[in-house]
């Protein structure tokens, strides 16, 4: 299956933009990326997905490399209701999707 | 409201009584999936559903039972549990298994 890898924690500012790396070498043709992140003693929330091009929606956007091996989940303005564990995950229609890895837990200071 | 329901939220259980952690979806979606969470393993999927009566094992399915009779419905079933069962427990539905996925808030089990 393929995997992919994020560092396990980064910090922010408040009202700063925000880039979260997700790396994902061994992604097939038809896999896309999604986005989810937890809120503390919450279940995961969806943030974002695409499978080519870059995407854009209320909450945040995705830039997804030329070659795909690669992504950035971009928050444009942190708030500190953004601090939560985010998680890159590659998902296909075979179903047997969705395998969390350790994700970035994310810090936002006032 | 679109909602994912899991009950109960919280559950103390001694080793080897079944139990039954219901997961209920009100979006008509066809697929739906179990996942644990554990301290620095993130989540495991456990068991996936594509739709009513097809089931499927996810990455730790030993110890679990899943049934899918009805689309709405999907739950997870622990014959005999055992401590290392311990854990957080997530149910999600999605339209599709391409589709963003909605969470249920999670249950808390505990195995002594």
């Known amino acids: 299956d393929a995997k992919t890898t994020q560092p396990n924690s980064m910090e922010s500012n408040e009202e700063e933009p925000v880039h979260l790396p997700c790396n994902h070498s061994t992604i097939s043709g038809t896999d896309y990326i999604h986005w989810y992140r937890q809120l503390p003693s919450q279940g995961p929330e969806y943030v974002i997905h695409g499978l080519t091009s870059n995407v854009n929606n209320r909450m945040a956007s995705l830039a997804i490399a030329e070659d795909r091996k690669s992504s950035t989940l971009i928050l444009h303005r942190a708030t500190l209701r953004d601090a939560a564990v985010y998680y890159c995950?590659?998902?296909?229609?075979?179903?047997?999707?969705?395998?969390f890895g350790g994700g970035t837990r994310l810090m936002v200071k006032p | 409201e679109a909602q994912v329901t899991q009950n109960p939220r919280y559950l103390i259980t001694v080793t080897g009584k079944k139990l039954t952690v219901t997961c209920s979806q009100n979006m008509n979606h066809e697929y739906m999936s179990w996942y644990r969470q554990d301290p620095g393993l993130g989540l495991r999927q456990i068991y996936y559903s594509m739709n009513v009566e097809v089931t499927d094992k996810g990455d730790v399915p030993e110890g679990y039972k899943v049934s899918r009779k009805e689309k709405r419905n999907f739950p997870l079933i622990l014959e005999s549990p055992s401590p290392n069962q311990t854990s957080l427990y997530f149910c999600?539905?999605?339209?599709?298994?391409?589709?963003?996925?909605?969470f249920g808030q999670g249950t808390r089990l505990t195995v002594v």
């Open positions: 999600a539905s999605s339209l599709r298994p391409l589709s963003r996925a909605f």
């Open positions: 995950i590659l998902c296909n229609n075979a179903g047997n999707m969705l395998t």
